[in-house]
């Protein structure tokens, strides 16, 4: 995965990586968008977002999970 333009990359695929590699994020959405989240109620969130899609939501995820725990399978892989 590494490597791949950030655009490219598949928002199921993205969500489906943080899930399987044990990076905590929340992803609600209402009318008014989407609110996503990089962390856990119990250990915390270290960063927070609105955005208008799903592929948005899963991009700023990405993003922020490479951003924060640079160190990480997720970052590894989904680094771009």
Do not use: C
Not at 30 to 43: I, P, R, S, T, Y
């Amino acid at each position: 995965m590494g490597g791949q333009r950030e655009s490219t990359m598949d928002p199921a695929r993205i969500l489906q990586g943080l899930y399987d590699t044990e990076v905590n994020s929340i992803v609600a959405f209402w009318d008014a968008g989407f609110e996503v989240k990089l962390g856990d109620d119990l250990n915390g969130f270290v960063a927070e977002a609105h955005v208008k899609s799903v592929a948005e939501a899963a991009e700023w995820l990405r993003a922020q999970a490479v951003e924060h725990y640079p160190e990480s399978v997720f970052a590894k892989a989904y680094g771009g």
